[in-house]
């Protein structure tokens, strides 16, 4: 009883699984976004402290990797296509 949980829904019994929060989508956002995180870091600590990868590229990568990607790949969430000719019961 620990992965699917029964519940009771207008006298009808509803059994409900337990799904993972984030698809293969979101894992991938997240290591594309560490990835770019690195990067920041590994430019920042190259070259002279007023050089161009220190004061321009690695600020610019690290404010993309944290302020956009990591939010994105949380808040991806994949939407449900329909196919043609399927209609959506609506309760």
Known sequence: ????????????????????????????L???????????????????WNGLSSLTIAPILLVIGYLIIVPLAIFYKKKNIQKEGETKKVE
Not at 9 to 16: A, E, N, P
């Open 1 to 28: 009883m620990s992965s699917i949980k029964n519940k009771m829904h207008h006298g009808k019994l509803v059994k409900k699984s337990r799904m993972l929060p984030f698809h293969a989508g979101n894992y991938l």
């Open 30 to 48: 997240f290591g594309v976004g560490i990835i770019v995180i690195v990067i920041g870091f590994i430019a920042l600590s190259q070259g002279q």
